[in-house]
């Protein structure tokens, strides 16, 4: 399949450590966040979501922080496999108008 | 269950030709999405249908983009005529409504030479 982006971050990772890919937002009246994972030829997968009222939220092998005061979102990945290996976006939306903004992407690369 | 079903999943065409991509949406799904995501960059939203009518287009260059879901079901973008800069992939999601989760097709790998 194609690549879904050739000049993105890269975060190089050896399989079974935990991976941690960050994401900053433009919009404070953003209330609802998104992680996304897009393997190559295929459209984006959901992973996880976190409200704004939360700062934390855990989901299997999967962690995300949300941290508003400087606008930072941040997924976690514990013990990276080789499926792992992807490019990640965050999406932002506002309660009004339900809106999805994705920010630019992290490709994550799985070392055996 | 099905996903969204994308077509064609790759086409390419020469500026100032014709194109059209097709989707088919999860049965059910009320709300349509089509993105256009260029390569190294996340996607944006091009136009949102909620069942056959259009909530959102703001972002659709209308002088040559057009989409319509005359049936509220499935749904087609066109591009005429396309320039090089249109180069990208169309995905095209779906979601219960605006408030639920969003579901992707493949995508089309759309070139323009």
């Known amino acids: 399949g194609e690549s879904v982006g050739l000049h993105l971050p890269t975060l190089s990772v050896q399989e079974g450590d935990n991976s941690i890919i960050n994401c900053a937002y433009s919009?404070?009246?953003?209330?609802?966040f998104i992680w996304y994972k897009q393997e190559s030829g295929k459209g984006p997968q959901f992973i996880i979501d976190?409200?704004?009222?939360?700062d934390k939220r855990q989901g299997q092998r999967v962690t995300v922080l949300l941290n508003k005061t400087v606008k930072h979102l941040s997924l976690q990945i514990a013990a990276t496999q080789p499926g792992d290996s992807a490019v990640y976006f965050c999406?932002?939306?506002?309660?009004?108008?339900?809106?999805?903004?994705f920010g630019g992407g992290t490709r994550v690369l799985v070392k055996p | 269950e099905a996903g969204v079903a994308q077509s064609p999943r790759y086409k390419i065409i020469e500026k100032r030709q014709s194109v059209a991509f097709w989707c088919n949406p999860i049965?059910?799904?009320?709300?349509l999405y089509w993105y256009q995501q260029i390569l190294g960059q996340g996607p944006k939203l091009l136009i949102q249908?909620?069942?056959?009518?259009?909530?959102?287009d703001s972002q659709l260059p209308k002088d040559r983009f057009s989409a319509e879901r005359l049936k509220g079901v499935d749904s087609t973008l066109k591009i005429q005529p396309a320039k090089l800069e249109d180069s990208a992939v169309y995905l095209c999601?779906?979601?219960?409504?605006?408030?639920?989760?969003?579901?992707f097709g493949p995508g089309t790998r759309l070139t323009v030479l």
């Open positions: 999601a779906s979601s219960l409504s605006p408030s639920n989760e969003q579901f």
């Open positions: 919009n404070s009246a953003s209330d609802y």
């Open positions: 976190i409200r704004s009222n939360m």
């Open positions: 999406a932002e939306k506002k309660a009004a108008g339900n809106k999805l903004t």
């Open positions: 049965s059910g799904h009320a709300t």
């Open positions: 249908f909620q069942n056959n009518g259009v909530v959102d």
